[in-house]
């Protein structure tokens, strides 16, 4: 069985600096890995996936992720972050069936 | 990307009392499913629902708890039976992307409150 882990419960971080959410998988195959985000009395937005192919995907909002397969991690980064960029951020892992495991979240703050 | 959209977008019930959440897509998709997110919690997934099929629950999740419906290919419903203050959490449905890659696209959400 899939699980993920988001090691950060929350994160604070100045506008304009740089973001960076940790996400551990464990999974027994190549996995499906996604990143999503969940603003305050809003839906889940996809912000970027990971299926195969190049490790470092570009997704939207100015957000990349990097898969390491030897350390079974698919972090989250920004450089620079917005005050808009302040909510909740799932990492997940799903297999061929569509079923996503997510992780417990991590909250994000940005002060001015 | 489809477009979900749930009803209720929110509720407040009463201990004992049933509530059954609808799930709309402006396609027609094979799969559709059905997660709970608790307060402060993490999103979990309650049951697969397929069209002309009986529900698959996950682990925990029962039938006579949570009865699921599909009548077509662009609808289905989750019912919360007999709720109680536990059961106030924000009920999601998500649908594949068409096409295959895995991802999926999530309602807005029902956010039910028990008292």
């Known amino acids: 069985a899939q699980s993920v882990t988001q090691p950060d419960i929350h994160i604070t971080v100045s506008e304009g600096a740089s973001l960076e959410l940790r996400c551990n998988y464990s999974?027994?195959?190549?996995?499906?890995l996604f990143w999503y985000v969940q603003s305050p009395g809003q839906g889940l937005q996809l912000l970027l996936k990971?299926?195969?192919?190049?490790?470092l995907v570009q997704g939207i909002k100015g957000f990349e992720a990097e898969f390491k397969r030897s350390q079974s991690s698919f972090n989250l980064r920004k450089p620079s972050v917005h005050w808009s960029d302040a909510a909740e951020y799932f990492c997940?892992?799903?297999?061929?069936?569509?079923?996503?495991?997510f992780g417990a979240g991590t909250t994000v703050t940005v002060r001015a | 990307s489809a477009v979900i959209s749930q009803k209720p977008s929110r509720d407040i019930c009463q201990r004992g009392t049933s509530l059954t959440i609808q799930c709309q897509v402006d396609?027609?998709?094979?799969?559709m499913f059905w997660y709970r997110q608790q307060p402060g919690q993490s999103l979990t997934l309650i049951a697969t629902?397929?069209?002309?099929?009986?529900?698959?629950?996950e682990s925990g999740f029962v039938i006579d708890k949570f009865p699921i419906s599909r009548p077509n290919l662009t609808f289905s419903t989750l019912t919360v039976s007999n709720m109680s203050p536990e059961d106030s959490s924000i009920y999601l449905c998500?649908?594949?992307?068409?096409?295959?890659?895995?991802?999926?696209?999530f309602g807005p959400g029902t956010r039910l409150t028990v008292l």
């Open positions: 629902a397929n069209q002309g099929s009986e529900a698959t629950y």
């Open positions: 997940a892992v799903g297999a061929n069936d569509y079923k996503l495991s």
């Open positions: 999974y027994g195959a190549t996995p499906y």
């Open positions: 990971y299926f195969s192919g190049d490790t």
């Open positions: 998500s649908v594949p992307r068409t096409g295959g890659g895995n991802e999926q696209f």
């Open positions: 396609s027609q998709v094979t799969m």
